[in-house]
């Protein structure tokens, strides 16, 4: 694979992470704690708040490095702190039973990894 097509394949991967965790962290800090604490398992307030802030930061860390040519080592970083909360994700959905609903928090991380190792 040449390194324009492995380049744009890694842009591509980050922004649709970006634009995901994004998405899932801003929900997180605007949704009411009482929608998100349903379910088998319950996470304290500040818990969700916090991954919340954690999830919009490395969607900004996925992207606006290699944007702005500052600091591209960042990126790597950012994407190595989404697969550690995409493990804590896929273990806790297969805790709850939804062993088939782990599959997509797994998949999420196996691609965020994909842009740690792409990226050093």
Known sequence: ?????????????????????????VSKLVMPLA??????????????????????????????PGIFRIRPSLTPLAAAGL??????????????GAVAGAAFPFTVGVLALAVVYGRI
Do not use: H
Not at 6 to 25: E, M, Y
Not at 45 to 59: D, I, K, N, T, Y
Not at 83 to 96: C, H, W
């Open 35 to 64: 929608a998100m604490q349903q379910g088998p398992i319950v996470f304290p307030g500040w818990f969700l708040r916090s991954l919340g802030v954690l999830e919009a930061l490395g969607a900004l860390g996925l992207v606006l």
């Open 83 to 96: 697969v550690v909360i995409m493990i804590g994700a896929t273990v806790i959905t297969g805790i709850s």
């Open 1 to 25: 694979m040449s390194n324009k097509t492995r380049n744009t394949l890694l842009w591509t991967v980050q922004g649709v992470l970006a634009l995901l965790f994004l998405f899932a962290g």
